[in-house]
């Protein structure tokens, strides 16, 4: 009898600690990451209740501003109409915007690759990598756009602006990215090669090139897909050219919305046809 | 040599030949379409380094304006967060009938994947200057435009990381009769928490960088004020925007990487 009143007790005890005072089961752990998450989230909250408090709205009335954006976004998806320009020279220019993108993911690339090889821990000594890594962060925090005007002031407006700019950001993208693939290289290898004598680039060749290509492959078309919607960002915002170029012309000058409409929809197309034809590649090289 | 490992290194090296060749080709096609020209290029690229190592320095001038840069800044700091915070909020939702592992079916999934790879693939480009028509020169339209992409991507990320992390704890909660609510708040959020916050964080920092190109589109923000001083030919006003955001930008990464280290 008293056994099993201590072991009643026992349990008691035992279950008690998982109970809350009002007698429920306590159901969630508390742990350093999950208040971690519930601070931030209350931060970011608060924050954006601020946000919309300071804004200036400048006595925007709301329900005409959002019937007037009704009215447009019906124009431009549901009549969609081209007027000023042939078809032809459209796809021409989306060419071009891909042609864009193009240049400057090869352009990014090379460079990047060599100069990840500064970058990853297991291929430079650690100061350089630092060094390179804080460089490569100070060239990626500069939005794409503003790297293509500020070499439009020496090279003027156009593709060299364009290209330039745009290889910039992949560049500082690949990089980092590159660096990481190597880092994830087998120490092994690198090892093996540099016991049987193997020079610098030997190793870069025949251990890591192999055994991160499918994975520089994999980034280089993620980054080529970013490449192609920034082309056509940049030749809106900068007069670089390509369909980019066509969108803001009929945009802000003709204010032409059938036409816009049209533009919208062969990006869209070429984008999620770009997105599928990566996807395909990554599956294959994984 | 071993004849096998002859084989080896001859297909890598006819491996390495094809994709130089098939790079070249690329290029020239490319470069022709483009009228990029690589003498070009390379000349004025350490042309345009020099410039930007001689023009693009902040000096006093610069600085008198840096009370109105700072304020334009956390303007814009404040906008990202905010239309992270809320296209997050929708996309959760919105994620939850696009998801394998909530059990609504094919036809709902396919219908919100389909919706989501619209918003994320028309161009901010195109929503700024549909929403420029009726906004105008207003804190709102940069605030929409990034809105609708950023509301694309996340269903996307939040579907992939739903579908990754939660699928054994709904399986679980379902079996023993929790309803869908319950599903949501028990077993979804805080599996899928961790993934949730890194994408956010992630968006945050990448909307700092578009809403200055939408910005110069709209003339709103952080964007507007580097693209009025660049057009006036005051560079050293133009550099220290450049630099603010930078700084911010920088900020903001080591920040969430720290966020990062704690959560994951």
């Known amino acids: ?286 | 040599m071993n004849e096998s490992v002859k084989k080896v290194f001859f297909r890598r090296k006819i491996t390495y030949l094809v994709i130089f060749a098939a790079l070249i080709a690329v290029y020239i096609i490319s470069a022709s379409a483009t009228e990029f020209h690589l003498s070009e290029g390379l000349a004025s690229f350490p042309k345009a380094m020099a410039w930007i190592g001689h023009n693009l320095m902040p000096d006093e001038k610069a600085m008198k304006r840096f009370p109105k840069i700072l304020d334009k800044l956390i303007e814009t700091a404040l906008l990202s967060v905010a239309v992270t915070v809320i296209a997050a909020i929708f996309a959760f939702f919105f994620s939850l009938f696009g998801s394998k592992a909530t059990g609504f079916n094919g036809i709902v999934n396919r219908i919100v994947r389909i919706v989501a790879a619209f918003f994320r693939n028309v161009p901010d480009v195109v929503w700024a200057m549909l929403l420029m028509f009726s906004f105008g020169q207003n804190i709102l339209t940069g605030f929409f435009a990034l809105f609708f992409t950023t509301f694309g991507l996340l269903t996307r990320a939040f579907i992939e990381t739903i579908d990754e992390v939660s699928a054994a704890g709904i399986e679980a909660l379902n079996a023993s009769g929790a309803n869908f609510i319950q599903t949501v708040f028990q077993a979804i959020i805080p599996s899928a928490m961790p993934g949730i916050v890194t994408w956010i964080l992630y968006m945050i920092e990448t909307n700092i960088r578009n809403s200055t190109l939408i910005g110069i589109l709209t003339a709103t923000g952080i964007g507007y004020l580097f693209d009025l001083y660049y057009k006036r030919l005051d560079f050293s006003s133009a550099s220290l925007v450049v630099v603010s955001i930078i700084v911010l930008v920088i900020a903001i990464e080591l920040v969430s990487n720290l966020i990062r280290r704690v959560i994951l």
């Open chain 1, 1 to 286: 009898m008293e056994q099993t009143a201590s072991v009643l007790t026992q349990c008691g005890g035992v279950c008690n600690a998982r109970r809350k005072r009002s007698g429920k089961i306590k159901i969630g752990v508390h742990s350093k990451s999950s208040s971690a998450v519930k601070i931030l989230v209350a931060v970011l909250l608060g924050l954006t209740v601020y946000a919309f408090i300071s804004f200036d709205y400048k006595e925007i009335v709301l329900s005409e501003a959002i019937s007037a954006t009704l009215r447009n976004v019906k124009t431009v998806f549901l009549e969609p109409r081209l007027s000023s320009d042939t078809f032809r020279n459209v796809m021409y220019q989306l060419f071009v915007t891909f042609c864009l993108g193009t240049l400057s993911t090869i352009f990014g690339a090379i460079a990047a690759f060599f100069c990840s090889l500064l970058c990853a821990k297991n291929t430079a000594p650690s100061g350089v990598a630092n060094a390179v890594k804080c460089v490569i962060a100070l060239i990626r925090a500069v939005p794409t756009v503003l790297w293509v005007l500020i070499f439009a002031v020496s090279a003027g407006l156009g593709s060299v602006a364009a290209v330039i700019g745009l290889t910039f950001h992949s560049f500082a993208y690949l990089t980092k990215v590159y660096a990481e693939s190597i880092e994830e290289i087998d120490d092994g290898t690198i090892e093996a090669l540099r016991a049987s004598g193997a020079g610098f680039w030997q190793i870069v060749f025949q251990a890591i090139v192999p055994a991160s290509l499918s994975r520089m492959v994999a980034w280089t078309f993620m980054r080529f897909e970013i490449n192609f919607t920034n082309a056509i960002a940049v030749g809106a915002a900068a007069g670089a050219g390509g369909i980019g170029f066509n969108l803001y012309m009929a945009g802000s000058f003709y204010f032409d919305l059938h036409e816009m409409g049209i533009l919208t929809y062969i990006v869209v197309i070429a984008v999620i046809l770009l997105e599928m034809f990566s996807t395909k590649i990554k599956e294959r090289v994984k």
